[in-house]
């Protein structure tokens, strides 16, 4: 009887999971769930859990307790705003990663075109609101500590704060539609609002503010559209504005595919569910299904894609991103030297070219009189790639056996050709042997041999042209072609490594043994003279949107791909993040400076590490008391329903932003566990709520209330009293290091790896 007293209360307090198990609302009918938002319903507006139970009935209590519920958020709104704007303007020089984030604003000021391994939504709204307030674009971002002096930076740094203001207000939102308490809620934002680590990532020139709050905004978006009556002005409202930050979250950072990933798993199991409910039609489900195709794929993938028109369409003149392009695309650029040039369209035997590699800085083909040292490889004249366009880069196309066409109109050179280059500078040929690389010891070395052109057999490559057939034409700027050595059966190759003092320290160029097509080892022809072949203009080659979008994305990868560990730098590892392990020196190192240190409040981190580990334990004991049976009153089984479902999307969502950076090879560092540590604080706020209302198991009222009080009020005073202590990291401190007598922060290194 038990059982059944139990399952019959879990049936009649109607399901309250709100996202993954929420009931469905016939579109003829108003929803009936306690926790509509529907504008009509007298219920219209939230009211905490813990209001509801102490209202009477009267109106006159439940306005008392929707003003109680506006005056919270009020309270949240000003102090999450006034903790991140305050002092915004300190320290008045450039800090940690302003030095790129505030010069790529600079540069769509200015209209220069640059390269980054993000998408550019973020880098684009700093530089409009530098623009919109002033700052012309002027000031360099050489290096971290430059004064700013008379340059107007405060609307950058203040555009970055008032979106990182959003944080807690959108997390005080979630908690609340998700758990109807307006307790869990207020515990939410309080770890947010006086976390030191949310506040000195929001007060800079930098993406991860702007990132959060597309990340935010698109699960609270997620979260009210599934309180809503299906395909009302409300329901539509919500469903495209998760779209549109989606969009938005996947546009500042490829970290926006987990979010992605969050709600698309959400989006499926609601739609699971909808297939289950026999009230509804097969014609029902596919409107369900088409809408969120159109708010959740098609929307923010037309947004995403004008993001990248806009970014093409601002960023038009030259500007140091070109070499990380292929040359169509450069010539896209005004002020690049094959902007609006004429050229012969296919290569011929007599022409005069640059030859660029396809990899991201894999350079120009290029020589110079300099000879390889004693001891590395044959001495013999040096063959790297070179980074920028030089006359060294120049090299003449022959036929392999010397004998040239003296025919008005010279023979083109097709897929399969076998050819000679001839250094034009030095007059040596490219050459090949099978002496061992400088650097990349299992590929062979490449040199310029000969002189005049004359060789020998070593000097013979064959063109082959990607995807090509015997017989294809090469065509400038767009073909991409492979040279193989005839001797050696090698691949002409830039294996992006860096050569020592002795080789300029340009880009070492090999002939690689493995015929693997790959970036490194394809080729185009950039610039082309031959004064016997008619010229076209390069603007019939110019690259299509769809080309041009698809190459920046293959940058991008390409580029978030090379971010390793370089040597002496401090890499984070992913298991730091959760215990605060080590922080991140945003601005000063001696006592003379101005110094800002990136660390969470460790009280704040550290309780939603005993979050993480405390939830799975209350799920599994009401997961067990709700299958045996036990008498549970209504209360009891909504809070056990809260945790386990509520908590759970929370509970993935923190997985989903932190899990996958186990797998990663790039270099890491503790703030890309930012959005992460926004999940956990709100499932913490969640967890000690259920667990300080669950004080009547061990006493009984009113000693259970107290209990209860107590707790809350040692939560809050902790988190506050930790923030005073810590709040100098965030806000700048000068004078003596933590070890040093007399410093504000003197007997607060808790953990040796902490660097304030």
């Not at 980054?116 to 002033?134: F, Q, R, S």
């Not at 030859?355 to 490889?377: C, D, F, M, Q, T």
């Not at 299958?627 to 923190?654: C, D, N, P, T, Y």
């Amino acid at each position: 009887m038990a059982k059944e007293e139990c399952f019959t209360q879990l049936n009649t307090t109607g399901d309250t999971s709100t996202l993954r198990n929420r009931k469905h609302f016939p579109t003829s009918a108003k929803p009936l769930q306690r926790t509509s938002k529907d504008k009509d319903s007298p219920t219209a507006g939230h009211l905490p859990e813990d209001v509801t139970q102490s209202s009477n009935g009267t109106s006159g209590n439940f306005n008392k307790d929707l003003q109680s519920s506006g005056v919270l958020l009020m309270l949240v709104v000003g102090l999450s705003f006034s903790t991140r704007l305050y002092k915004i303007t300190e320290p008045p020089h450039v800090c940690w990663d302003e030095t790129h984030f505030g010069k790529m604003g600079s540069y769509y000021i200015n209209r220069t075109f640059f390269f980054d391994v993000h998408p550019p939504l973020g880098k684009m709204l700093i530089g409009l609101a530098g623009y919109m307030t002033g700052y012309d674009g002027t000031f360099p971002f050489v290096k971290p500590g430059d004064k700013y002096e008379h340059h107007n930076y405060w609307g950058m740094r203040g555009f970055c704060a008032v979106l990182g203001s959003f944080l807690p207000i959108f997390a005080y939102l979630i908690v609340l539609e998700l758990s109807q308490s307006g307790t869990a809620a207020l515990i939410t934002a309080t770890l947010l609002i006086f976390d030191t680590g949310c506040i000195t990532i929001s007060q800079y020139i930098l993406l991860d503010p702007i990132l959060l709050f597309f990340i935010m905004a698109a699960v609270l978006s997620m979260v009210k559209f599934n309180q809503h009556r299906p395909f009302s002005w409300d329901w539509w409202l919500w469903l495209v504005l998760t779209g549109v930050n989606l969009a938005g979250a996947l546009g500042v950072k490829f970290v926006g595919l987990f979010v992605i990933l969050l709600v698309g798993l959400n989006t499926v199991w609601d739609l699971w569910r909808l297939l289950g409910d026999l009230t509804l039609s097969l014609v029902d489900i596919t409107k369900h299904f088409l809408a969120r195709v159109v708010g959740l794929i098609l929307l923010p993938l037309f947004l995403y894609v004008t993001i990248f028109a806009v970014h093409f369409v601002v960023l038009n003149k030259s500007g140091p991103g070109d070499g990380f392009f292929s040359s169509a695309f450069q010539s896209r650029l005004i002020g690049n030297n094959l902007h609006n040039a004429s050229m012969p369209e296919y290569l011929a035997y007599g022409s005069t070219i640059t030859v660029k590699n396809l990899r991201i800085a894999g350079g120009y083909l290029h020589s110079h009189w300099h000879l390889y040292p004693e001891g590395v490889g044959a001495r013999q004249q040096q063959v790297t790639a070179y980074l920028h366009k030089d006359y060294n880069n120049l090299w003449l196309v022959h036929r392999q056996d010397h004998n040239e066409s003296q025919s008005e109109t010279p023979d083109l050179i097709r897929h399969g050709d076998i050819i000679r280059l001839e250094h034009k500078e030095t007059t040596r040929n490219l050459h090949g042997h099978l002496h061992e690389a400088p650097l990349t010891k299992k590929h062979f070395q490449v040199t310029g041999y000969g002189i005049n052109g004359t060789g020998d057999t070593n000097d013979l490559w064959q063109v082959e042209v990607c995807g090509g057939r015997k017989g294809d034409l090469v065509k400038v700027l767009r073909s991409k072609v492979r040279f193989l050595h005839r001797a050696t059966g090698c691949v002409l190759y830039s294996s992006g490594k860096t050569l020592p003092k002795w080789g300029w320290e340009q880009v070492e160029v090999t002939c690689s043994p493995y015929l693997k097509e790959t970036p490194s080892s394809q080729w185009n022809i950039e610039d082309h003279i031959n004064p016997k072949l008619p010229n076209i203009s390069l603007s019939v080659l110019k690259p299509h949107f769809l080309e041009i979008l698809l190459e920046s994305h293959i940058v991008m990868i390409r580029g978030n791909r090379g971010l390793k560990p370089k040597d002496n730098e401090m890499n984070s590892k992913p298991w730091h993040w959760p215990i605060n392990y080590q922080g991140l020196r945003f601005s000063g190192v001696n006592d003379t400076e101005y110094r800002v240190y990136l660390l969470g409040n460790p009280v704040v981190w550290w309780m939603n590490l005993a979050s993480l580990g405390l939830y799975p334990i209350m799920v599994a004991v009401a997961s067990i008391a709700l299958q045996r049976g036990f008498s549970l009153g209504q209360k009891r089984i909504e809070h056990a329903l809260v945790l386990m479902s509520e908590g759970g999307l929370l509970l993935l969502g923190w997985l989903l932003h932190y899990a996958p950076f186990y797998t990663m090879g790039r270099v890491l560092y503790y703030h890309h566990y930012f959005p992460a540590m926004l999940f956990s604080s709100m499932l913490t706020g969640i967890t000690f709520d259920i667990l300080l209302k669950s004080t009547d198991l061990l006493l009984h009222p009113p000693y259970s209330d107290w209990l209860q009080r107590l707790g809350q009020a040692v939560l809050l005073f902790s988190v506050l009293y930790s923030f005073y202590l810590f709040h100098p990291l965030s806000y700048g401190m000068t004078g003596p290091l933590a070890h040093e007598p007399g410093s504000a922060m003197a007997g607060l290194k808790w953990m040796d790896s902490w660097e304030f």
